[in-house]
C-alpha cells in the first residue's frame, strides 16, 4: 500500500521529553515572565548577561500575561509531531 511509504504530516503534537531547568540554566536567567506573543504567551527570560530570549508557554498553563514565572519548579518540554522539527514548550 502507498501510504506505508510516505511522510504523514500534520499529525497531533507529543512530549517526548519533559525536564525540569538545570542549574546552569537557572543560574544565567534574572527573572522570567509571561508576555504576550504572535501565537498566544511566551516566557520572557531576561538574562543576567543581558539581553532577553523566549520560549512559548503551554497552551496547558493557566497563567496570564504579566505573571512571574519560577523557573525552579518550571519544566521544559519537547514536542514532536512526524514531519515537523521539534518544538520547545515551558509548562509553568
Not at 12 to 21: A, G, H, T, Y
Not at 32 to 52: D, L, P, Q, R, T
Not at 82 to 87: L, N
Request: glycine letters at 8%; aromatic letters at 8%; hydrophobic letters at 40%.
Amino acid at each position: 500500500m502507498i501510504f506505508q511509504t510516505l511522510q504523514v504530516y500534520g499529525g497531533n503534537w507529543q512530549v517526548v521529553n519533559s525536564r525540569n531547568f538545570d542549574s546552569e540554566e537557572i543560574a544565567a536567567v534574572a527573572k522570567a515572565e509571561v508576555v504576550a506573543s504572535e501565537y498566544g504567551k511566551s516566557v520572557c527570560f531576561f538574562m543576567k548577561g543581558g539581553g532577553m530570549t523566549y520560549i512559548p508557554l503551554s497552551t496547558q498553563s493557566s497563567l496570564t500575561v504579566g505573571d512571574a514565572v519560577d523557573i525552579n519548579t518550571a519544566k521544559l518540554l519537547t514536542l514532536h509531531r512526524d514531519g515537523s522539527a521539534d518544538i520547545n514548550r515551558v509548562e509553568a
